[in-house]
């Protein structure tokens, strides 16, 4: 059989056991045919090492739309996806949720020029694109601050992804970070990274993927006030200038 000829499960009690959600008939055809291009896109643009059935539906599938699971679903949200890389999670959750508004960033033109096309050939009318650095998007007024919730996922160390994010959302919304292991070290370095950028460690969630029980974690950071205009400092710096690990280094010694 050939690799375009793969078909994902559909899972839908799964869904419904784990997310208290399912997707409909067009979802699940939306969801294949996104299995499909990615597909065809990775041999040309390496988007991702995840291929097998089970193992996309719950790597990208279900793991994008699990770190949106506490959001209130029934409200319009405007989500930004910082470093989507192969759309991932921001295309699941457009799927998903119709009515959100999901902006697609990342810095590789040839990976928006390809999601570009996935998005038009899957029928998602609910997804802007946008080829940038996450350093100057969040210095662009048209960009900071407007966003509820900035997502990130699989892009760097958690206080990087931080500084990414935090400038793009209001005061009062989110930046979730998708995280594999966490540890109270983890913690510590996230809050001092965060304190200057106007959040808070709103909560850290713990689940199990439902097929091969690996730990995941989501941080939800709470913007609690306007952020610095020095942040996000320029394009390289967060991730040569890691924010509060000076500090955690001096508290741990």
């Known amino acids: 059989m050939g690799v375009s000829k793969l078909v994902l499960p559909e899972m839908t009690e799964l ?13 699940q055809r939306q969801f294949q045919h996104l ?33 949106v699971a506490l959001l209130q679903a029934n409200t319009p949200q405007r989500i930004i996806d910082v470093g989507t890389g192969g759309g991932f999670p921001g295309i699941p959750i457009a799927i998903a949720q119709p009515h959100w508004t999901v902006t697609l ?3 590789t033109r040839k990976k928006i020029n390809f999601l570009q096309t996935l998005v038009l050939s899957l029928g998602v009318e609910n997804v802007a694109l946008l080829c940038d650095r996450a350093e100057q ?13 900035a997502l990130v ?32 070290s983890d913690t510590e370095a996230l809050q001092s990274a965060i304190k200057p950028l106007g959040g808070k460690i709103d909560s850290t969630e713990i689940f199990l993927t439902p097929i091969s029980q690996s730990v995941r974690h989501c941080l939800y950071l709470r913007k609690i006030a306007p952020t610095p205009k020095q942040f996000p400092r320029p394009v390289g710096v967060p991730a040569q200038n890691i924010l509060g690990a000076t500090a955690v280094h001096r508290q741990s010694r």
């Open 105 to 107: 960033l990342d810095s």
């Open 153 to 184: 996922r699989a892009v760097g160390p958690a206080p990087v992804c931080a500084e990414y994010a935090l400038p793009l959302v209001k005061v009062g919304g989110l930046a979730v970070l998708y995280r594999g292991q966490w540890s109270a």
């Open 15 to 27: 869904w419904q056991q784990t997310l208290e959600w399912s997707p409909n008939s067009q979802q």
């Open 35 to 67: 299995y499909q291009l990615t597909l065809d896109g990775n041999r040309q643009l390496n988007l991702t090492r995840i291929t097998a059935p089970e193992e996309f539906w719950e790597k990208h599938l279900w793991d994008s739309l699990q770190g």
């Open 137 to 149: 998007v969040g210095q662009n007024p048209e960009h900071r601050e407007v966003y509820d919730t």
